[in-house]
């Protein structure tokens, strides 16, 4: 039973779904308010959400980084329960804001509210790198970088299920009221991974320098070599391009000519979810005969032609086709992480993963302010521009990882074999 009780994956098949319910539910309820009061004009509404998505997530992605390193380093002392528990009660109670806007009819800027509680409980950030680090100590180095793509793939099935469910829950009615149900299972749903974190699950102990100690903090002091500088480069670059195109994907479907319900945004978030399972698959089965470095960049070229297409998207049956051609786009990120993580020590996984979110969480910022301006400065135009750049920026992540690959070739050839040795025993290990 303390076997069971020792994985973190509930948590995040809990979370997960909890978030996707919430992002339908956030969505609709902000694209109703706000389409209420602009009839029949649908760029002004469009405008106005895009604006109004620009200031929570700001909000959301900037508070983190006051807390988030803080965070990292006071699990690292005491263990990583503190990164589970204080999110999640973060989680909890931002998002009861959005059930009392409902119900009252508050005006959505009520919701900055909730991304400041999330954003000073460490939110996202905090929470991702206290199930990195936990799924990191739990694990060997051959299961490692498995173990972090696993943990990817469920947080993908979890969003897939509540993604296409959520439109169907939203339609229900409760109290005369649209997405009243939808709201209460999402925070029941919060309220039961905060329980199984705070009481149930099992925390690793606190390691240093691979001994089982007690409050002992031992902070990284290894000095980031030029590949880790190149591969976190683009990680960055990467990650900046998606957000941006991402989020304007998500108020794109509610314009002509898509023109999307809560239902069709619900299937519109499970495909994009179903892409971290077929990232996954694409890891198990070519990881054997790829290096990281390919692999990478196979992630790269299969989102940036997504985003490609996507910007000529006129039809439903089209969008679902942009997102088949980015199957593979949820590989880069996950493996870059795990290459890094090899070269750390396992006493600082925490603050080394909070101090990887936290850099992620400012290029967010940094996109989504870039790409919901860009949107609402180019919807009469051409709508899908922004896209187009996201297209770019995330071809251009390829450079490094290229410069990478070159430096590797050039600089020790064995490290090649190593690595595909590696990856043959991960994937007999899983296999097993």
Known sequence: MNTLLSYVEPVVLVTNVANS???????????????????????????????FYMIYNMIYSLLPMLTTVLLG?????????????????????????????????????VMYGSAVINGLTGGFPAYWSGINAIAALRSGVVRRSLRLNVLEVTSGAAGLLGSVVSGHFFLIKVNNQHGLLLICLCLSLYLLSLLYSAIFLRYPAVLSQGQVTVGTCNPCQRK?????????????????????????????VLKPPLSWDPIFVGYGKAATFAM?????????ILSGHLSDSSLVLMGIISNTAGFATMAFVRSTPLYFI???????????????????????????????????QTAMTL??????????????????????????????????????????????????????????????????????
């Open 21 to 51: 319910l919430f992002d339908t539910a956030l969505l609709m309820v902000v694209y109703d308010r706000l389409n209420g009061t602009t009839p029949g004009n649908s760029d002004l509404a469009q405008k106005e959400v895009a604006q």
């Open 73 to 109: 380093r006071w699990a690292d002392c005491q263990g990583q329960k503190v990164l589970l528990v204080v999110p999640l009660l973060g989680y909890l109670l931002g998002r009861v804001l959005l059930l009392f806007t409902h119900i009252f009819h508050w005006p959505v800027s």
């Open 224 to 252: 980031f070599s030029r590949e880790m500088i190149l591969l976190f480069i683009c990680y960055i670059l990467y990650d900046f391009g998606v957000t941006g195109g991402e989020n304007i994907i998500s108020i794109y």
């Open 276 to 284: 971290f399972l077929t990232s996954f698959l694409g890891v198990l």
């Open 322 to 356: 942009a997102r088949a051609m980015m199957l593979f786009s949820c590989i880069p990120l996950p493996t870059i992480r795990g290459s890094d993580v090899q070269r750390a020590d396992e006493a600082s996984y925490g603050s080394i993963f909070a101090w990887l």
């Open 363 to 432: 290029a967010d910022v940094i996109s989504t302010l870039t790409f919901n301006s860009l949107y609402v400065a180019f919807l009469e135009w051409y709508s899908g521009f922004s896209l187009l750049l996201a297209a770019a920026v995330c071809w251009l992540s390829t450079l490094p990882v290229v410069i990478y690959s070159y430096r590797l070739s050039k600089g020790d050839g064995s490290q090649g074999s190593d690595t595909d040795s590696t990856q043959r025993m991960v994937i007999d290990d899983f296999l097993r």
